[in-house]
């Protein structure tokens, strides 16, 4: 093989990201997407922690999050009868602990910054690639797509999403039981829904509302123009694969949630009403236990889905699969400066790193969101305290979280939680630059 290459399965926000990363630090890639754009017609936002956006702003993308993004201020707790319950500072206090503040995005303008990001998008993410097979040989790999073409590389990362194809082949080649043998690897204990509407004027830019009631729950997350709703409701465990993309819900499906006050003005009926787009889905959760086999390796919702986030302090799943993706490049990153032309075995070690480094912060983001959804559709009531002090574990994982190694950063903010992981370089090392 020569000139080592990632083929990157998946334009979704975990793919894009990657897709940066991998552009920063001079690795060549491709990125290839089954849909035919990118991005996708999307029903419901994005919510990000500040350790995202301080990733974000290491890579040069903070300013473009910042016009595009809704900083998040109150959140206040009700309950389904319209009582008024407490108002939480809680996003500003993360700011003042981490230094950067909690954004909500469009999807849609989110992922055309990461395009506007990526150098020469274009040409390096190809859509209309649908992945059929994958043949890893002792040199490389190669991955055939529906429309008769292939691409040439030395590993497949799968950004492919929930129901991802790259781990489908991992599981056929791996041995036995190292891959759930199942189609479906997680379990969804809350069913909900999601839709979009435009912002009515009782409900302000930057607002979250939370309406509790006994095993469900209803949120509202407020940008500048839209409110994004979803809905958890609490069901037997089930395993049957569901999409979150647009979909079919009849009011038939909802109307138990028609009367129930959002505030003084408006019911879930009146925003109802109005949606723009919306579906239903399962909420599933889940780590599974082998990120990678011979030349590939899994990252974000095909290798752990934190999905039971009611709370926006989850918020979670994307943003778990970004800190994977910067972790995956820094051990990419030190193997090829080490040997450019990797064998399997230090492609292994890089992918047994990366799976280490993340595997713990991503069931500990899996337990504790569970826990808080939990606590707040209790039957007894939303045990918001016992939420709060739950809440309080994620603080060391943020504070934990990683950083490119190879990329300078003087600019950084800090809040009173110091970061842990600084980049290992004051400039660019020169094996970088021989990349770039
Ligand atoms: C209602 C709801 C709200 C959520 N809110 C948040 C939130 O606020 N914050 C947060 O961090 N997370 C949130 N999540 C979770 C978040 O949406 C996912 O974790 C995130 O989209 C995962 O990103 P990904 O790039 O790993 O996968 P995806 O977004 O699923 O992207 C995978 C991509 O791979 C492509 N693909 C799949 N198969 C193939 C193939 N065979 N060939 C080629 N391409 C393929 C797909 O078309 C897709 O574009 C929410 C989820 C739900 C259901």
């Known amino acids: 093989m020569g000139q080592f290459k990632v083929i990157v399965v998946g334009a979704g926000p975990v793919g894009l990201v990657l897709a940066i990363a991998l552009q920063k630090s001079g690795i060549d890639f491709v990125v290839v997407e089954q849909r035919k754009q990118v991005p996708p017609p999307t029903a419901f936002g994005i919510f990000l922690w500040p350790h995202i956006l301080r990733i974000f702003h290491q890579l040069g993308l903070y300013e473009d999050m910042q016009s595009i993004g809704q900083v998040m201020t109150k959140l206040e707790n009700r309950s389904s009868t319209g009582e008024h319950l407490e108002i939480s500072n809680s996003f500003e206090l993360l700011e003042f602990a981490h230094g950067y503040p909690t954004m909500l995005f469009d999807r849609r303008t989110f992922a055309e910054v990461l395009m506007k990001n990526l150098k020469r998008s274009d040409q390096l993410v190809k859509t209309n690639k649908k992945v059929t097979n994958i043949t890893t040989r002792k040199d490389g790999v190669t991955v055939d797509f529906a429309d008769g073409t292939s691409e040439r590389g030395s590993i497949v990362v799968g950004a492919d999403g929930v129901w991802s194809t790259v781990r489908d082949f991992m599981r056929e080649r791996a041995p036995p039981g190292l891959f759930s043998e199942g189609p479906n690897p997680f379990i969804a204990p809350y069913q909900g829904l999601f839709f979009r509407v435009p912002r009515p004027e ?181 045990a918001s305290k016992a939420a709060t002090f739950a809440d309080g574990r994620t603080i060391p994982i943020v504070a934990n979280s990683p950083v490119l190694d190879i990329l300078p950063f003087p600019d950084e903010k800090e809040g009173v939680v110091p970061w842990r992981r600084h980049p290992k370089a004051d400039g660019q090392s020169k094996d970088v630059k021989a990349r770039l």
């Open 202 to 382: 009782s409900l302000k830019p930057g607002q979250t509302v939370y309406v509790h009631q006994p095993n469900k729950q209803l949120m509202a997350l407020v940008t500048a123009t839209e409110a994004h709703m979803t809905t958890y409701e609490r069901v037997p465990d089930v395993s049957e694969r569901t999409y979150f993309s647009p979909n079919k819900v009849t009011d038939e499906d909802v109307k138990y949630w028609f009367d129930v006050p959002v505030n003084e003005q408006i019911t879930f009926k009146d925003l109802w009403d109005d949606k723009v787009m919306g579906g239903k889905v399962n909420h599933d959760e889940g780590v599974i236990p082998w990120w990678h086999w011979d030349r590939l390796v899994l990252v974000g919702d095909s290798v752990h889905k934190v999905e039971c986030s009611m709370s926006p302090f989850r918020g979670a799943g994307a943003r778990c699969g970004i800190e994977g993706v910067i972790s995956l490049v820094n051990k990419l990153n030190r193997t090829l400066n080490s040997n450019p032309d990797p064998s399997r075995q230090d492609l292994s070690r890089a992918f047994t790193a990366y799976q280490v480094e993340r595997e713990p912060a991503a069931r500990l983001w899996v337990h504790v969101s569970r826990l808080d959804i939990d606590l707040y559709t209790s039957k007894a009531g939303p």
